[in-house]
């Protein structure tokens, strides 16, 4: 599995958790808005990762514009939401690529 494959699953992961109206909206308020910070930086590199091995990166981008505008509570959750999926088909997609290409080279 490719690094960039990897961290999509885990940021898609972590946008699903930060979707959850009540836990997600919790969590990022109880911590100073830091949470947001921290997926900022963590779809940045994910972004760059993902451009290396020349795969997508349109859920990194999203994930980069849904951090900064996530303070806003419904608008936050719907962007959550729509990144959380878009990454998460993106992951599997790349995983199925990953295979496909693994089972090509025997």
Same mark, same amino acid.
């Not at 921290?38 to 940045?44: R, S």
């Not at 290396?52 to 514009?65: A, H, P, T």
């Given at each position: 599995?490719?690094?960039?494959?990897?961290?999509?699953?885990?940021?898609?992961?972590?946008?699903?958790?930060?979707?959850?109206?009540?836990?997600?909206?919790?969590?990022?308020?109880?911590? $100073? /808005?830091?949470?947001?910070?921290?997926?900022? &930086?963590?779809? %940045? +590199?994910?972004?760059? =990762? *993902?451009?290396?091995?020349?795969?997508?990166?349109?859920?990194?981008?999203?994930?980069?514009?849904?951090?900064?505008?996530?303070?806003?509570?419904?608008? $936050? /959750?719907?962007?959550?939401?729509?990144?959380? &999926?878009?990454? %998460? +088909?993106?992951?599997? =997609? *790349?995983?199925?690529?990953?295979?496909?290409?693994?089972?090509?080279?025997?």
């Amino acid at each position: 599995m490719k690094t960039s494959t990897l961290l999509k699953w885990i940021t898609g992961a972590c946008e699903a958790f930060l979707a959850i109206p009540i836990a997600g909206g919790a969590f990022v308020l109880g911590n $100073g /808005w830091a949470p947001l910070l921290f997926m900022f &930086i963590f779809h %940045l +590199i994910t972004l760059v =990762v *993902s451009i290396r091995e020349n795969r997508f990166f349109v859920g990194s981008i999203l994930g980069l514009v849904t951090s900064a505008i996530g303070v806003i509570p419904f608008i $936050g /959750w719907i962007m959550h939401t729509t990144t959380a &999926i878009v990454l %998460l +088909i993106d992951a599997g =997609v *790349s995983s199925g690529t990953d295979k496909r290409a693994k089972l090509a080279k025997k």
